[in-house]
């Protein structure tokens, strides 16, 4: 009982604040609804039993992407009137798109429950003794090693070329010398001087 | 308790829902109080260090000096910037105050008595302290107003640079662990050398646990990291805009942050609710006890640093996350799993 009034609020609220965020005028705003929709969707990982994975997309997702990204937008000085212009001419091309992704997951759905590859997956249960992890772990360490470890390369290689498209080197910059400062000691700096009164120091 | 009121003839799911229900009323009140009375026992330690009196007029020994502001501040007018924006502006401090009580449900205090005994207690610990940094963005840009907003970019980058190193300092103590589980974690812990109790004899862990100790100063935004709220350059941070109760929740979750931060040190390298050494006869006093004389000491070390210890600068804060805490606590990651591999699993 609880666990179908859980699931229709998770949803809801999934499918609602996924559609304010498209429909929000806002920008930060349409951020804000994309976290509540993430965080939503945590909800529906742990009433599958997936709690780990639910987990990851709390920390990964609102944790670190979504910061990132509302702090860009943020930062941004975006001209409302100026987005709503491209609406019509874009919306073809975005009709597009959703149709595509509409008609994977309708392919990829249909094959998984009537094709041949339901009983495969049907005939490899999870072993309930153990936990998330240790299933998840058991099998990336294992069976998908190289491919993790090829996740791993893209990666480090899209981080590296990230570095290395933004990176420039400019000249004029004041940077501190760490070293230089831990060296630095008090009578290096301070000098103590019994002036008369009246008079201005030499220095 | 789900099956004492399944007893009182209620059916299982009705049962859990007002057990888990009383389970959180008797967590998240008793640490209202203490959150009171910790910022109290803070500005006495801070002041008896500045050879000052500190609180002493309200109450005996000014023991009532929280409760006399909470009252002041709850009577006070809340003042809505015009500018703002109003929705946002009054949700943040909400967020920052409600996440701050929601990671308590997987503190264990004592064997099995935490409000939810799940097993990735660690990662959801992880997951609850990094949507902290929202309540500080969301009220720095909701302000609309420039200091706020320097103060909300400082805090952001701070938070999300130390949770890289925080993150895998938890992992040297799940690896040892071999459990995510919090119970699991403080039982692990137990009979080092066969007499201590505490990750923090490990020499592998002690480091860690050192550099956890100030990983949460700096996640916690405490002197000598508190940037964020430098006075002498932004006014009070991202809390310039507020008044009234919206000024105070930032103010409780903050200390209850603090609170939190101090538990799990103790949990993670100190032994948490297990005495400190592994003899019969410390074991008859009960396990929330020696957690709570464990926060407390950890409470007294923060704000023995926030009275002795000058501010950092900017630079010398984000060099210190990404230059030396990251590259050390990856290479303990390491050297723990290494010697795990080649005693324990090999």
Redesign the interface.
Known sequence: MIHVLAFYLFAILVVSSGALTILSRNPVHSVLWLILAFFNAAGLMILLGAEFIAMLLVIVYVGAVAVLFLFVVMMLDIDFAELRAGFVSYLPFGLLIAAVLLAEIVLGIGLWSVGPIELAQRAAPVNPELSNIQAIGGLLYTRYIFLFEAAGIVLLVAMIGAIVLTHRARGGVKGQNVAKQNRRRPQDAVRNINQPVGQGVEL | MTAFFQGLGLPF?GA??LSTIVGILVIALPLMLAVAMIIYVDRKIWAAMALRRGPNVVGPLGLLQSFADGLKVFLQETIVPSAS?KA?FLIAPIITFTVALMAWAVIPFGVGVMVSN???GL??I???S??G??GV??SG?ASNSKYPFYSA?RA?AQM?SY?VSIGFILITVVLWAGS?NMSAIVESQKGYYGFVNGNFINPLLFPMAIMFLISALAETARAPFDLTEAESELVAGYQTEYSSMAFALFWLGEYANVILMCGLNAILFWGGYLPPFDWAPLYLVPGIIWLLLKMAFFFFVFSWVKATVPRYRY??LM?LGWKIFLPTSLLFVFLVSGFLMLTRYS
């Open positions: 799911e859990w829902l924006n946002l799940i097993n990735v990662l959801y992880l997951a609850i990094s949507l940094v929202y963005i969301l840009w970019i952001s999300i949770e995510f630079d010398q060099r």
